[in-house]
């Protein structure tokens, strides 16, 4: 760099303005220099000075030391949950997002202890490799793993965070793309992140279910942009998804034929688990051919619509808690004011709170919750505060 703040990462401004969706020119206005300055500075060629540093600070809405933190290590490139009509810059503030999802989680990691990732292990490199015995074993695996049974889930979300996954629920305002999940390579674990522009709990689990496959079977997986693999990965994932929340024996011996939409609305409310899903699980376990699938499908669309359900609102969507609790260990614990939380980050206090899944204004605030993470020991001997309470998945790209 020819001249300005010294340790200034070219990537971390990158990074913010796939986050804030902004082109070079519309920044460029906004910090008042021209579109080739914010060029050198995404290239490494120059580094803005103090002044341009805090009126970039200002404007991207992060403290100006938060620019000189180098960038984790890349973790995998996202699989997007139906990207295909998403656009670029889109995907990409996604993308971003969950990278500053990993800076949370690291910065709380100092602290606290998340979670053992506790997920069955498969080594595929090609999804071609991978059989429906082999999505039905990985499903029925995994709720072994975690003890679940094989009835229905009373709640996905906390049984997936319990599992070491970090799972984060925002409102996006990209209605096409429903979720996106990673492997951190410096966290060691995976991520995801559900869109909640839909308030639809039915569909809400099943999206994160979907996401878990892709973590589980696609994790050893290059990604690729031929349109058919991708299809493949998806229609794994979805596999997953159904053999997952409806598990063959206990779901069959619950359906009764012949199948009619009344029965299945029934067993809708009972599994957690739409219409549309349960009939797609339906014919993979071959209680119901192609035919009677097609059958059902357009009766369900003359009677219902293509999209929405009846009892749809009868089911919350499940909501993260591991961030949210974890936050307010650490104040209430006494290792870090609520009010300090952001700014050790480096985010602004809202982007914490939204991908934390906090109240707006709630790093000023406190609330007493259920801790899922434990403190690590900050004196030798001390156990008084060690607890309070007992997509294929692509590596983060940092430069584009």
Known sequence: ?????????????????????LSQVQLAAMVGVSPATISKWKSGQQAPEAEALDSLSKVINVSPE?????????GSLPLFRSNASAHV?????????????????????????????????????????????????AASECRDLW???????????????????????EETGIAPIEGLSAWSHELQRPLILLSADKGNGFRSRFDLA?????????????????????????????????????????????VRTPVTLDSLLLLKQRWGVSVAA????????????????????????????????????????EQPRLLKRTIELLS?????????????????????EKLAGL?????????????????????SGDSSIKSADSGVVLPFNRSR
């Open 359 to 379: 109240p707006e204004r709630y790093l000023s605030g406190k609330a007493s919750v259920f801790h899922l993470a434990k403190l690590k020991s900050m004196v």
């Open 89 to 137: 810059s889109a995907r990409a503030m996604l993308e971003a997002r969950l990278e500053w999802t990993q800076d949370i989680v690291l910065a709380m990691s100092e602290f606290v202890d998340f979670p053992d990732v506790n997920l069955p292990v498969r080594t595929f490199t090609d999804p071609q490799q991978i059989a429906n015995s082999d999505i039905e074993e």
């Open 66 to 74: 938060w620019f000189t933190r180098p960038l984790p290590k890349k």
């Open 278 to 317: 349960m009939i797609m699980r339906l014919e993979a376990l071959k209680i119901i051919d192609a035919d009677a699938k097609l059958v059902l499908f357009k009766r369900r669309s003359a009677r219902w619509g293509a999209k929405s359900e009846p009892g749809d609102d009868a089911r919350a969507p």
């Open 1 to 21: 760099m020819s001249r300005g703040i010294t340790d200034f990462q070219p990537g971390r401004l990158i990074q913010a303005l796939a986050a804030r969706a």
């Open 147 to 169: 003890s679940l049974g094989r009835r229905a889930i009373p709640d996905l979300a906390l049984a997936v965070e319990g599992a070491g996954v970090i799972v984060v629920r």
């Open 210 to 254: 979907h996401e878990l496959g892709h973590l589980i079977l696609h994790k050893g997986i290059d990604r690729s942009t031929d349109p058919e693999r991708y299809k493949l990965m998806e229609s794994q994932a979805h596999r997953f998804a159904g053999a997952f929340l409806l598990p063959a024996e206990t779901f069959a011996a619950d």
């Open 332 to 352: 209430s614990s006494g290792v870090m004011p609520i009010e300090s939380v952001s700014s050790y980050i480096g985010l602004a206090a809202n982007d914490v």
